[in-house]
């Protein structure tokens, strides 16, 4: 994606959302500064990708659903920045095309979820990011998402403006040299319960402002 581009676009994002939700950004000393590095998220909204975009000082590649990109129009402006996986089969070119992309320095995003979560609860990790992880050897980057169930609800047309926060955890590094599927599975519950962790620290964090 050419680099000014998507400087116009975070900034115009940040701007929004910054006004509309109050968007507030914690953990930022947890982003490696260079190289390439997983960034792990919750689901809960549509919106979540953009607001990982406007999060992150870095452009970001996402890994998109393949019906998104048949959408007229959008399909070719989220083509610009993610490529596309097959939620019900991941096929080996998907996660070669992830490990490529992490091994050239990018960033690449991925929900372990791999779907909404309809109610705001943390699902079960799917090994997705596991596999990523295990075979680029590159860290993972635990992301809470708080507040996008509220401000574009599942089924809803319209953006609210209720306040949105992304808390950034300290990476998990990826220091054995293991691939096989138990290793694999480790690491996405490693990860989703990172996530669950981030949950009370912002809990806390809340806590003590109020």
């Known amino acids: 994606m050419n680099y000014l581009l998507y400087r116009f676009i975070k900034t115009i994002f940040f701007i929004f959302f910054k006004v509309f939700n109050r968007l507030e950004v914690i953990g930022y000393e947890n982003i490696p500064e260079k190289g390439g590095f997983i960034v792990a998220a919750n689901h809960l909204s549509y919106l979540d990708p953009p607001i990982i975009g406007t999060a992150l000082k ?6 998109a ?16 920045f993610s490529f596309s996986v097959n939620r019900d089969r991941v096929q ?30 943390l699902l079960d990790a799917k090994r997705g990011v596991g596999v990523i992880a ?14 996008t169930e509220k401000a574009l609800p599942v ?8 306040k949105i926060t992304v808390i950034f ?35 806390n964090y809340e806590n003590n402002r109020s």
Request: net charge positive; charged share 30%; proline share 7%.
């Open 134 to 147: 295990a075979i680029s050897r590159m860290p993972v980057v635990p992301t809470l998402i708080k507040g």
């Open 65 to 80: 659903k393949e019906g998104l990109f048949r959408i007229p129009l959008l399909g070719k402006f989220i083509k610009l």
């Open 169 to 203: 955890g300290k990476p998990i590094e990826i220091d054995k040299d293991e691939t096989d599927k138990q290793f694999q599975n480790r690491i996405s519950n490693g990860v989703m319960e990172a996530i669950k962790n981030l949950k009370c620290k912002i809990k």
């Open 155 to 162: 089924g809803a047309k319209f953006l609210r403006p209720a």
């Open 92 to 121: 080996p070119s998907t996660i070669k095309e992830a490990v490529s992309r992490l091994k050239e320095g990018e960033i690449v995003v991925v929900f372990p979820e791999g779907g909404r979560s309809v109610d705001g609860s």
């Open 58 to 63: 870095r452009c970001p590649t996402y890994i």
